[in-house]
């Protein structure tokens, strides 16, 4: 079965194969496991780029490559921010976390509601959500790498709040897109 994926996939699996990696690098006893454990969030990140842009060039778009890649960003952000939540242990770092997974559970269950309408496209990924990934992805990285408190993890966390108000801004957009098809029986 390996054998007949393509690339793009491999980069997908790949990247939900470093989850557990991530995990374990960063609970290490050791002061290089927070740089690490950002490097390996980092290559995470770039494969997510990377698989789509590959399976887009080189019209390598697939079922299970659509199916896996929105699962191995979900899994991969959500239990990053999980560690962080941990890590600072302030409300002010799980409100955007919340924030973030929170609006991952409602669009996840929306594109899926709207796929069986058939209308899957009107709540595809919009410019303001590819932003909103891009500055997740750094803001995790730094916060991930950096010592806690330090002034470039500060950076982090305005990138984080950032992140979650587009985060918001994006679940609006997606949630008024689909009102019409959400209150059509009212």
């Known amino acids: 079965m390996l054998l007949s994926m393509n690339i793009p996939n491999l980069l997908t699996l790949l990247r939900i194969g470093l989850i557990p990696v991530l995990v374990l690098c960063y609970y290490l006893p050791y002061s290089w496991a927070a740089m ?62 919340m924030i973030i997974i929170g ?38 990285f730094v916060l991930i790498a950096f010592e806690p408190y330090s002034m470039i993890s500060w950076a982090g966390v305005a990138a984080l709040y950032a992140a979650a108000l587009l985060t918001l801004w994006s679940m609006i957009l997606y949630l008024k897109s689909a009102w019409p098809d959400l209150t059509e029986e009212l």
């Open 36 to 97: 690490a454990s950002g490097a390996i969030f980092a290559i995470a990140a770039v494969t997510d780029w990377l698989d789509g842009y590959l399976a887009r060039r080189w019209d390598q778009s697939s079922a299970l490559g659509a199916f896996l890649d929105p699962v191995a960003d979900k899994l991969m952000v959500s239990i990053a921010l999980v560690l962080l939540v941990e890590t600072f242990a302030q409300s002010w770092m799980t409100i955007p976390a």
């Open 103 to 140: 609006r991952e559970i409602v669009i996840s269950a929306l594109r899926e509601w709207m796929a069986e309408l058939g209308k899957r496209a009107s709540v595809a990924v919009s410019n303001i959500g590819k932003i909103k990934t891009t500055l997740q992805m750094i803001s995790i």
